[in-house]
């Protein structure tokens, strides 16, 4: 029942310097854009979707969405995207959010419901067939935001430590079928966004 989906926030904030910089969700893709397709795969499975990301939020403008920038100074990475995150979804009065980066473009379309049986009233990241992680791709209790501030006081940066310390649960997905490219993929590179545009 969509009452009981989560809120989503899409982390758009990377410096993207593999790709030449600048905002990597902007970029032409699949006849729309980067940031466009992950939209389109995660809008049906959330409540409500803001974007995560500093600077002019009116580059956004032609999504419609919400832009929340980093809560914390110096730009210090997904970490201080994922309070952002928190606090939005907190003043929603949602429990949960989903946030999950702007150059994943395969999303599976079972995410949330995946995420939520496997860990209900949990945090939880999306974990590969073959146990890799992805912290970024998770669901957050928005009650963890006070754990996540200390957290970040202490210099780490890093959502897979934090997904460790709060003892995120690792949900398992299955690669997908033969040919595309895996759910979880991020496009780093022109040529991987190429190569991902002739999939799509």
Do not use: C
Request: hydrophobic share 50%.
């Amino acid at each position: 029942m969509r009452a009981a989906l989560p809120v989503g926030v899409i982390l758009a904030g990377g410096l993207a310097r593999r790709m030449g910089g600048g905002d990597k969700g902007l970029l032409p893709f699949a006849g729309g854009t980067l940031l466009g397709a992950v939209i389109a795969r995660v809008r049906p499975q959330v409540t409500a979707l803001a974007l995560n990301a500093n600077g002019d939020p009116g580059r956004f403008a032609a999504y419609g969405l919400p832009v929340l920038a980093d809560p914390v100074p110096g730009q210090p990475g997904p970490l201080a995207g994922l309070l952002a995150a928190m606090d939005w979804a907190a003043a929603q009065g949602a429990a949960q959010v989903l946030t999950l980066p702007t150059d994943t473009p395969f999303l599976p379309h079972d995410l949330v419901a995946r995420l939520i049986a496997a860990a209900p009233g949990r945090a939880a990241i999306a974990a590969t067939a073959g146990g890799g992680a992805h912290p970024v791709i998770g669901l957050w209790p928005v009650t963890l935001a006070p754990v996540l501030r200390s957290h970040l006081q202490t210099g780490e940066r890093r959502v897979g430590a934090f997904a460790a310390a709060v003892g995120a649960a690792k949900v398992p997905f299955p690669p997908g079928p033969p040919g595309p490219p895996e759910p979880f993929l991020n496009l780093n590179t022109p040529e991987e966004l190429a190569a991902a545009g002739r999939w799509m």
